[in-house]
């Protein structure tokens, strides 16, 4: 298994670098974040040369709805539980980095002052340590509910999605590599997590941009500096399929983040050590070898809240 990870798509790249990778026989396709636009593919079938055999992945997640009320009812109160937890954690999460930012101005204007900035690095590092404590309980919660939930409802026992599920291993058993599109990365990984897909990108080549890349890794994490009404706080989400591990995806970065905001940029990145942030730009290829070995050159955020290129580790 290699994973190739792509900058955003809207000047497309996918189809030079299927064509550079020479591989042979259908390309499963994944573009279940596009949601109701999932059923227009066709551009992306013409960067695939005509070749791609999409998984529909959303409209068999909408056809279980459909077919299995029982499941539909227990996603809702699951998606309620969910969206309780995400709000009470994004509270706490205010507060908590309001002081982290508060600290570290104050130590900023005190800097040259020799006594007593010890002290201050230290009571910091123990804020953004609060911080990553919140980010870690908030995700084994997350993790809990989800588990309750399958264990519950035992997907793989329910004959809609099992199914369901035997049809999309067929395909991918046919595939010669699978693509995953951006779009809404909940969905994205709901999707794949449900119709079991993770299996078959153990051992396929995977090619993923935007959310599909960051759908694939342990933790996900959303990001935006540039809403209008005013920066919001990176968040963790939940987790990915953990196939790439080590990182925090950051597509379209420079759009989405204030990365000549270096004290707010530090925080980022000091938050989520020992995973690299890094930057998913147009025009970026990052390949990640069988090995879950990253390679040299990532453009990731510093400590000191610079964008750097760092060597593999």
């Excluded at 994004?90 to 007593?116: K, M």
């Amino acid at each position: 298994m290699s994973v190739i990870l792509l900058g955003p798509q809207r000047r497309p790249t996918v189809g030079a670098v299927v064509a550079s990778l020479g591989l042979s026989g259908p390309l499963a396709t994944v573009n279940a974040g596009w949601q109701d636009r999932g059923r227009d593919d066709r551009e992306l079938g013409a960067q695939l040369g005509g070749r791609d055999i999409n998984l529909a992945l959303y409209r068999r997640w909408l056809d279980t709805q459909d077919r299995d009320p029982g499941f539909a009812a227990g996603e809702r109160a699951l998606g309620g539980v969910l969206a309780e937890l995400q709000d009470l954690y994004l509270l706490r999460l205010d507060y908590a980095l309001q002081a982290v930012y508060a600290l570290q101005g104050r130590g900023a204007g005190l800097a040259g002052r020799t006594p007593g900035a010890a002290g201050r690095a230290e009571t910091l590092a123990e804020a953004i340590a609060a911080v990553r404590e919140l980010d870690a309980a908030h995700l084994r919660r997350v993790d809990e509910v989800r588990r309750e939930f399958f264990d519950r409802l035992r997907p793989q026992d329910r004959p809609v999605l099992a199914a369901h599920r035997a049809e999309v291993a067929e395909l991918l058993g046919r595939a010669a590599a699978v693509v995953i599109a951006g779009g809404h990365v909940g969905v994205l990984a709901q999707v794949l997590h449900l119709f079991n897909v993770a299996p078959a990108l153990s051992r396929l080549p995977v090619i993923a941009w935007s959310a599909g890349a960051m759908a694939l890794t342990e933790r996900i994490v959303l990001f935006g500096d540039r809403d209008p009404r005013g920066p919001g706080h990176p968040e963790v989400y939940g987790r990915g399929l953990s196939l790439l591990r080590g990182a925090v995806l950051l597509p379209h970065a420079r759009a989405r983040l204030r990365l000549d905001d270096a004290p707010r940029m530090a925080v980022f990145a000091r938050r989520f050590e020992p995973a690299r942030c890094i930057l998913l730009e147009p025009g970026t290829r990052i390949e990640v070898g069988a090995d879950g070995r990253w390679p040299d050159g990532l453009r990731v955020l510093g400590e000191d809240g610079q964008v750097s290129a760092v060597e593999a580790a």
